[in-house]
């Protein structure tokens, strides 16, 4: 399962891929940020269409896997969540550094344009509003494949 | 039909059920959800998965999958 309710737990996740012939760990973490578009963020809750996300989580895996010599562990949190608590782990693993660097870009990138999961935000100043990353010109993935 | 985050709220429910004909297209399911109350702010072409998959405008819909239609995502 890629979507977690609870508390992401970045070394059990290294748990899952490190081994003695893989001289190489890459980690991405996202972090719940205190801030966006000029508005202090005081939470968040993700929410998920769970079966096609947890499908997409797994192609990607299996599509990094297959285009880089790495393995990947990931997992997406989903539910509410406060300012600095982790909402995405990718941990890419490798005999050398550049193909776990390019696969976990490429891994998360990926999670952000396929997987179907919402963050609506509460804001300090009492609003509340749903996150479109299209609104504002979304960022493409460049690397391979 | 599943409906989710800010589309859910538009329509009010998180699951719709609409008539259509046979040979209905992608397209033709986003015309008759823009034409219930709350349809107005759907964009013309969001994003529509059959059976977890992005569908396009003129694909028919198949009998008995899972169909939805998805706000711009936002993970990660």
Known sequence: MYLRHAQLDLAALIAQVATPERGALVTFVGLVRDHHGGRAVAGLEYSAYGAMAEARCGEIVARAEREWPVRVALAHRVGTLAVGDAAVIAVVASAHRAPAFDACRWVIEAVKSEVPIWKRERYRDGGEGWVDPTASGGFQPTVKP | ?76
């Open chain 2, 1 to 76: 039909m599943l409906l989710f985050a800010r589309y859910a709220e538009l329509f009010g429910a998180e699951r719709l059920e609409l008539d259509l004909p046979d040979g209905a297209t992608v397209a033709d399911l986003v015309s008759a959800l823009r034409e219930l109350p709350g349809g107005v702010a759907l964009p013309a072409l969001p994003f529509v998965a059959v059976a977890h998959q992005r569908a396009t405008p003129e694909m028919i819909l198949p009998e008995g999958v899972e169909l939805a239609v998805l706000p711009p995502l936002a993970g990660g």
